[in-house]
């Protein structure tokens, strides 16, 4: 059995390279944070943009097909590739939680739609040929099409919300959303140095938070109440219950920074993820395409009835919720419900509950040795992100089949109904002869 350091099992965080699905003889561009302004955003093509994994089974189905549409298209459309492990920043400033992810860059580029077209060559160059032909149309109407547009001041323009003295609060405090927002004056040189940036901000940022801006010339009530020096001031309303106070933006004054600095936020904002039990192979299929599938074998419904169950489940909660922010996935199933799928990860001789964090792009694990409780698991989990322990590899020819199982209902178990015995079928009074004894 191959044993290996546990930043193999970090893949995401230990490559140095990667093999990507595309080469230089295909038709599929090689997107980078560092040219992908250069050929899509400044670009006058229309572009289809899939964000991947090298480790994701979708994604390498995916390729031929998107090779097969980047030939079809070219010189109308063109096709290209980001590998999101690899720029992490460029899939966050989409919004990537997935793959693969499949964006249509038309006729306005800071604000691409979301593909939901076949995942098939027939399916990209329909969707392809119609984001050309709405901007053909656009460009005949005389619409611009590519880069962002200029403009003096922070209000009006694209998703940038205009903001009042009267709407503030209704429109702000009063939203469950991320908010933005900055104080300006029509005079000020830096303020229209930052108005291109802050639109294209909002537009990139549209669906996770929302920029504002208010005239604070003119609307002095707002300006008095913040207390306003200076221009442009910027102030961050978190989601959900805001302080009226606002928090003071920190970050750079470029549509990146701007966006890095809420992405960095809209994170912590994110629901955590399910814990799955895993019913059947696709369930583990699921958690198998996350960086980490941790998967843990609960005891007998007999043994811990639902009291205990639901203990163990809100404790794995508890660490989904601690580390939403990784690509990590969460399963469960009763130990013991497939005793081939526990062989292979040596799982059943170390007792229920236990756990395993299995890396399907490596073929392999790492087994929980300590106790299954919140200072074990915090120790396993904070090792595995620390790069810590040995892992190893699954023998054979992967993991076996899951067994499909039935979902639990959430109940006590019972014990199984035992036969009735009927005593007069016995009869009592004969006592057995000598030669019997």
């Known amino acids: 059995m191959r044993i290996g350091v546990v930043c193999a099992l970090l893949s995401a965080v230990c490559w140095t390279s990667v093999q990507g699905f595309y080469d ?3 038709e599929v561009y090689d997107l980078t944070q560092a040219n992908f302004q250069k050929l899509v955003l400044d670009s006058h093509f229309v572009w289809i943009v899939e964000f991947y994994a090298p480790w994701c089974g979708h994604c390498q189905s995916l390729a031929p097909e998107f090779k097969k549409a980047s030939n079809a298209l070219k010189g109308i459309v063109r096709l290209g590739a980001v590998n999101a492990d690899e720029h992490k920043q460029l899939g966050g400033q989409y919004g990537v939680k997935g793959f693969p992810t499949i964006k249509i860059f038309g006729s306005n580029k800071k604000s691409p739609s979301d593909y939901n077209g076949a995942r098939s060559a027939e399916g990209f160059v329909s ?3 119609s984001a050309a032909r709405v901007m053909a149309n656009d460009r005949l109407g005389g619409k611009k099409s590519g880069g962002s547009s200029g403009g003096g001041g922070g209000s009006g323009g694209n998703e940038v919300v205009e903001l009042t003295d009267n709407n503030f609060e209704s429109t702000v405090l009063s939203s469950d959303d991320i908010w933005l927002v900055e104080f300006y004056a029509p005079w ?3 303020c229209k140095s930052l108005a291109p940036h802050w639109k294209s901000a909002a537009s990139e ?6 920029l504002g801006a208010i005239d ?19 102030k961050y309303f978190p989601a959900g219950k805001k302080d009226s106070s606002g928090e003071n933006y920190d970050g750079g004054r470029t549509s990146d920074d701007i966006v890095r600095w809420v992405m960095d936020r809209w994170t912590v904002n994110l629901p955590p993820p399910d814990v799955y039990q895993l019913t059947s192979q696709e369930v583990l299929d699921t958690c198998a395409e996350k960086q980490i599938c941790f998967i843990s074998f609960l005891p007998h419904i007999l043994d811990s009835m639902a009291a205990g169950r639901n203990d163990y489940l809100d404790m794995l909660k508890s660490f989904a919720e601690k580390y939403k922010q990784r690509s990590f996935g969460w399963v469960w199933l009763e130990g013991g419900s497939n005793p081939d799928f526990e062989q292979a990860l040596e799982v059943g001789g170390f007792g229920y509950p236990a756990m395993v964090g299995y890396n399907s792009r490596r073929n392999i694990y790492i087994v929980l040795r300590a106790s299954f409780s919140e200072s074990g698991l915090n120790e396993f989990l904070g090792d595995i992100v620390r790069q810590k322990g040995r892992t190893q590899s699954i023998k054979g020819d992967g993991l076996p089949a899951i067994e499909e199982v039935e979902l639990w209902d959430g109940k006590d178990g019972e014990l199984p109904v035992e036969d009735d015995y009927d005593l007069d079928d016995f009869d009592m009074d004969d006592e057995p002869g000598k030669d019997e004894l």
């Open 216 to 234: 604070a010339t003119v609307h002095k009530v707002l300006a008095s109440r913040y207390g306003i020096q200076g221009f442009p001031t910027i």
């Open 188 to 190: 000020c040189g830096h």
């Open 127 to 129: 969707e392809g040929l």
């Open 24 to 26: 230089h003889t295909d």
């Open 205 to 210: 940022l549209r669906g996770k938070a929302k």
